[in-house]
């Protein structure tokens, strides 16, 4: 369903500070996935750049057969054979396969903005028959953030019918009816009318997670949602999540909650140094790491 491939995003004046590092993932329909790791390891920043909220340096984004950011020529052999890079090298070296030059090229980042019109033509093609404008496929993946993210100067109801009302995916009588029953189901329908400030925190998530089912998403994505809260509201929020995991909803949860991990997850990533340096189920994860770095960072949370 969402297909991650090879992201790289750098920050900075001059891109020197590199948070991911070519990290690339296939998120299945219905799947839960949750993504472990180190602070400062790239996993918001590889959540956020599944949505564009943080547009990747290098790699592609696909929501099924949509592409989200621009082509990475990179990741296209025939774009690079169409380029004045690849030729030049060909005509160079005659005896050498296409397959070495090409791997040559995307090892030492050898294209430039000049590689000549049939180059320009292939990503052309590619953007006009794939990209899709994110605004569009945002409203298809909710997002659920660390700080919930509310508008303070709205009410609850006002919080949860903007989106859908703003890009006419319903009627704000449609709207209002879905975020109703959304409410309803999770306890909090008398708060339809109170300000954010007048909530707890764990009710604040809880309606930030409303406010992404409203769209009726095909997906959820969760940055660290329990993080900021106290202890004793975190189950409260997770008992939600739990509810939506059996449901089938598809989800891509950043979080420290082991427990959680272990419990709702098909899969999980363990990120760190901004790659993808182990996945599997969680049996695997936790019962059995390979990789030393996931090794030493359970020993430290369990």
Same mark, same amino acid.
């Given at each position: 369903?969402i297909s991650v491939k090879n992201i790289y995003k750098n920050f900075g004046?001059?891109? &020197?500070?590199?948070?991911?590092?070519?990290?690339? +993932?296939?998120?299945?329909?219905?799947?839960?996935?949750?993504?472990?790791?180190?602070?400062?390891?790239?996993? =918001?920043?590889?959540?956020? +750049?599944?949505?564009?909220? &943080?547009?990747?340096?290098?790699?592609?984004?696909?929501?099924?057969?949509?592409?989200? /950011?621009?082509?990475?020529?990179?990741?296209?052999?025939?774009?690079?054979?169409?380029?004045?890079?690849?030729?030049?090298? %060909?005509?160079?070296?005659? &005896?050498?396969?296409?397959?070495?030059?090409?791997?040559?090229?995307?090892?030492?980042?050898?294209?430039?903005?000049?590689?000549?019109?049939?180059? @320009?033509?292939?990503?052309?093609?590619?953007?006009? %028959?794939?990209?899709?404008?994110?605004?569009?496929?945002?409203?298809?993946?909710?997002?659920?953030?660390?700080?919930?993210?509310?508008?303070?100067?709205?009410?609850?109801? %006002?919080?949860?019918?903007?989106?859908?009302?703003?890009?006419?995916?319903?009627?704000?009588?449609?709207?209002?009816?879905?975020?109703?029953?959304?409410?309803?189901?999770?306890?909090?329908?008398? @708060?339809?009318?109170?300000?954010?400030?007048?909530? =707890?925190?764990?009710?604040?998530?809880? $309606?930030?997670?409303?406010?992404?089912?409203?769209?009726?998403?095909?997906?959820?994505?969760?940055? !660290?949602?329990?993080?900021?809260?106290?202890?004793?509201?975190?189950?409260? $929020?997770?008992?939600?999540?739990?509810?939506?995991?059996?449901?089938?909803?598809?989800?891509?949860?950043?979080?420290?909650?082991?427990?959680?991990?272990? !419990?709702?997850?098909?899969?999980?990533?363990?990120?760190?140094?901004?790659?993808?340096?182990?996945?599997? /189920?969680?049996?695997?994860?936790?019962?059995?790491?390979?990789?030393?770095?996931?090794?030493?960072?359970? %020993?430290?949370?369990?």
């Amino acid at each position: 369903m969402i297909s991650v491939k090879n992201i790289y995003k750098n920050f900075g004046p001059k891109g &020197e500070i590199k948070v991911l590092k070519g990290a690339s +993932c296939e998120i299945q329909k219905g799947e839960q996935v949750v993504i472990i790791g180190p602070s400062g390891g790239g996993k =918001s920043t590889f959540l956020r +750049c599944m949505n564009l909220l &943080e547009e990747p340096t290098y790699g592609e984004v696909w929501l099924e057969d949509s592409l989200l /950011t621009p082509p990475d020529p990179y990741l296209h052999f025939d774009v690079i054979e169409a380029s004045r890079t690849f030729g030049k090298m %060909q005509a160079e070296h005659p &005896e050498r396969a296409k397959e070495d030059i090409i791997r040559e090229i995307k090892e030492k980042d050898l294209l430039t903005s000049r590689e000549g019109k049939a180059y @320009k033509t292939l990503l052309r093609d590619i953007e006009s %028959q794939y990209r899709e404008d994110i605004n569009k496929a945002r409203s298809r993946m909710g997002m659920v953030f660390q700080h919930f993210n509310l508008f303070n100067n709205l009410t609850v109801i %006002q919080n949860l019918i903007l989106a859908p009302v703003e890009l006419k995916l319903l009627s704000k009588e449609e709207a209002e009816a879905r975020a109703m029953s959304l409410l309803e189901r999770i306890g909090l329908a008398d @708060k339809r009318d109170e300000y954010p400030s007048k909530l =707890s925190g764990g009710q604040k998530q809880r $309606v930030a997670i409303v406010r992404a089912l409203v769209m009726n998403p095909e997906v959820i994505l969760f940055d !660290e949602p329990t993080s900021a809260l106290d202890p004793e509201m975190v189950g409260e $929020v997770l008992d939600l999540m739990k509810d939506l995991a059996k449901e089938g909803m598809t989800m891509v949860v950043v979080t420290h909650e082991m427990g959680f991990a272990r !419990e709702v997850a098909d899969r999980v990533l363990f990120m760190a140094d901004g790659v993808i340096a182990e996945e599997g /189920t969680p049996k695997d994860i936790f019962e059995n790491p390979q990789n030393p770095r996931l090794q030493q960072f359970l %020993q430290k949370v369990l």
